[in-house]
C-alpha cells in the first residue's frame, strides 16, 4: 500500500522559513509527478507547488519566488523549501503524488505563521 508521510510543519514568524518533507512508502515506482497543496480553514484545498519525474515545476502566484520544490525520484521524496512566510501561507499542508492515473495523498502538516 502506497504511504506518503509528510514532515517539517510548525510555527513560524512571519518572514521565517521552513522546509516541509514527503516520503513515499510501500512502492518501487517513480510518480509522475509529486506536489504539495494547502487547505486553510474555510477554504478550498489548492496547489502550492508540483514537480514531475523530469523535473518540470509549476508553482501557485501567491508562492512563486518564495518556495521553491525539489524531489528525489529514487528516494521518492519530494521537498518544499517555503522562505518570507507570511501569515496567509498558514494551513495544512499536504503532499501528493500521481501514477497510472491514481493519486496518492499524504495526512497533512500544519504549518502556521505568526505575524
Known amino acids: 500500500q502506497v504511504q506518503l508521510v509528510e514532515s517539517g510543519g510548525g510555527l513560524v514568524q512571519a518572514g521565517g522559513s521552513l522546509r516541509l518533507s514527503c516520503a513515499a512508502s510501500?512502492?518501487?515506482?517513480?510518480?509522475?509527478?509529486m506536489g504539495w497543496y494547502r487547505q486553510a480553514p474555510g477554504k478550498q484545498r489548492e496547489l502550492v507547488a508540483s514537480i514531475t519525474s523530469r523535473g518540470i515545476t509549476e508553482y501557485a502566484d501567491s508562492v512563486k519566488d518564495r518556495f521553491t520544490i525539489s524531489s528525489d525520484n529514487a528516494k521518492r521524496t519530494v521537498l518544499l523549501q517555503m522562505s518570507s512566510l507570511e501569515p496567509e501561507d498558514t494551513a495544512v499542508y499536504y503532499c501528493n503524488g500521481a501514477k497510472w492515473g491514481a493519486v496518492y495523498w499524504g495526512r497533512g502538516t500544519q504549518v502556521t505563521v505568526s505575524s
Open positions: 510501500g512502492t518501487i515506482f517513480t510518480f509522475d509527478s
